[in-house]
């Protein structure tokens, strides 16, 4: 074995014990259990996905463009973050169950890296543009940045839902 296979394999060996786990074999084995994780999952993205986009859409001067991005903001926040909570444990016990099989799946290693994009996204986001929100957020047209950003937004998730659909098929 060479000194790169040997960073392949510890994570392929990771994912086999997730997924010969307890919790993965009774997730698998289940005659409903990983279809109901997986509705619950595909809801909790569209409720995210959906107050996202709100935010994202009034960035972009489409709607409610009479009302200020922080007061959009606010009324969002606890939406999106419950739907990203139930999404991340539903992901989580999605993946446990299939672990080993989603580890080599294309697909899931591209949904894998949009999710870290995505991430990134707000966080740079937050830090540069967002900063000064004060300055621009009556404005009906937000700045070339914040529309940057909310045009990512929408691309990144938009992209996370097809990887995410396309892990079956692979």
């Known amino acids: ?10 994570p392929q060996h990771v994912c086999q014990l997730i997924y010969d786990s307890q ?6 084995e289940s ?15 569209t409720v995210l996905f959906g107050s996202i986009s709100i935010l994202d859409l009034r960035m972009l001067g ?3 463009r009479e009302i200020p991005v922080t007061r959009v903001s606010r009324a969002i926040f606890p939406i999106t973050w419950t739907g990203f909570g ?19 799946n294309p697909a899931f290693r591209v949904k894998m ?7 990134l996204n707000p ?15 009556t404005l009906k047209l937000s700045p070339w940045r914040a529309r940057a950003a ?4 929408l691309a990144l998730w938009s992209g996370i839902i097809v990887a995410g659909r396309a892990i079956a098929y692979f």
């Not at 005659?31 to 993205?45: K, N, Q, R, T």
């Not at 890296?113 to 991430?119: C, F, P, Q």
């Not at 909310?150 to 937004?153: E, V, Y």
């Open 1 to 10: 074995m060479g000194h790169f296979d040997m960073y392949i394999s510890v």
């Open 23 to 28: 919790i993965g074999t009774a997730i698998r």
């Open 31 to 45: 005659d409903y259990a990983f279809s109901i994780i997986e509705s619950v999952h595909v809801l909790a993205i």
């Open 62 to 64: 489409v709607i409610l």
């Open 86 to 104: 139930i999404m991340l444990v539903s992901g989580l016990l999605l993946f446990w169950a299939e672990a080993a099989k989603n580890y080599v």
């Open 113 to 119: 890296l949009l999710l870290i994009l995505v991430g």
């Open 123 to 137: 966080l740079i986001f937050h830090t540069t543009v967002y900063r000064r929100v004060h300055d621009w957020e």
């Open 150 to 153: 909310a045009i990512a937004s």
